[in-house]
């Protein structure tokens, strides 16, 4: 059993190492560049266009978390799939995209698949919680300690959250996995609010660096 959990883990490294990687290359070769088109004067501005669609099992962020040590980063990949958990954290599909008005939230293996969230019960309000897309940082600030809860409270990832101590609309994160470390009747809860978002061209955030 203790030969299966590894091999389990070394192959999740290796496919949340594969999807980090995938990004990377994607980023690096202008795939999420924003459009940049000064107008001449007189003419109006192009409006944006539309945010593309996360798509189903694909990565598109990656997630660090200092508390969880220097090295720590997780891919980030749309849908909650028991597959798509094999391979990173996995993004509720109905809740808010990274960074927008809304609750974006994040569901991760406590153990085997890696163990993403492991140290899930170390988290302390104020821990920053840093994602990427490959344009923008967005910083998020931990507002608990993570909160014990069933698995039918689905609650916890509505837009405003409820028991988050929220009181109103607002750019928020839900962090959740299960509880206890090598059971699943319960679930782990952090919130956390959008404290800060700045280009990737000008580096990495103070909460990476400090």
């Known amino acids: 059993m203790v030969y299966l959990l590894f091999w389990t883990g070394v192959r999740a490294d290796s496919a949340m190492d594969g999807e980090i990687g995938k990004l990377h ?17 007189g003419e109006s501005p192009t409006p944006a266009p539309p945010p593309r ?23 980030v990949l749309e849908g909650t799939a028991t597959g798509t ?9 109905r809740t808010a995209r990274l960074g927008d008005l809304g609750n974006f939230a994040v569901a991760g293996h406590r153990r085997t698949y890696g163990d993403p969230f492991k140290d899930f ?20 600030r931990i507002d608990n300690r993570p909160y014990t809860t069933l698995p039918s409270d689905i609650g916890v990832i509505d837009p405003v959250p409820r028991k988050s ?15 206890p470390e090598w059971g699943h009747s319960h679930r782990l809860i952090a919130w956390a609010h959008l404290d800060s978002t700045q280009p990737v061209a000008q580096g990495r955030p103070s909460a ?3």
């Open 25 to 41: 290359d994607r980023w690096s070769s202008g795939a999420a560049a924003a459009p940049d088109r000064t107008p001449p004067p």
């Open 208 to 210: 990476l660096t400090g």
């Open 165 to 179: 101590g929220f009181n109103g609309p607002g750019r928020y994160l839900t962090l959740t996995t299960c509880e």
């Open 85 to 93: 958990l094999q391979r990173g954290l996995g993004h509720y599909a």
């Open 121 to 140: 019960p170390e988290l302390r309000p104020g821990d920053a919680v840093v994602l990427s897309d490959g344009t923008t940082w967005f910083t998020y």
């Open 53 to 75: 669609r996360y798509r189903p099992g694909d990565s598109f962020a990656v997630m660090y978390i200092p508390r969880f040590g220097a090295d720590w980063a997780k891919p």
